[in-house]
C-alpha cells in the first residue's frame, strides 16, 4: 500500500501562486474515522525543491506529486 505522502497531488503542496506552507495530509489508516487532516509545515529549503522540481517537469496541479509507484500511471 502506497504511503500518504506518495498519494499527494501536486495541488496538495503547491498553488499556480507557489508552494504551500502548510499542507495537510490524511493519513490512510483514521480516513475511515473521519478524523481531521495532519499539517505539516514546509521549511523554506524544502518549498525551493518543490518550486525547482516542480518548474522542472511541468507537473499540472492535478497530476501526482511522485509517480514512483508500480500500480499508477503518471
Do not use: F
Not at 47 to 72: F, I, M
Request: proline content about 5%; hydrophobic content about 30%.
Amino acid at each position: 500500500m502506497p504511503s500518504d505522502l506518495v498519494r499527494l497531488r501536486v495541488s496538495d503542496v503547491a498553488t499556480p501562486a507557489g508552494e504551500r506552507e502548510i499542507v495537510e495530509i490524511r493519513q490512510k489508516k483514521t480516513e475511515t474515522r473521519n478524523a481531521r487532516p495532519v499539517q505539516a509545515r514546509l521549511s523554506s529549503g524544502t518549498r525551493e525543491s518543490l518550486r525547482t522540481y516542480l518548474a522542472a517537469s511541468g507537473k499540472p496541479q492535478h497530476d501526482w506529486r511522485y509517480c514512483q509507484v508500480v500500480d499508477w500511471v503518471c
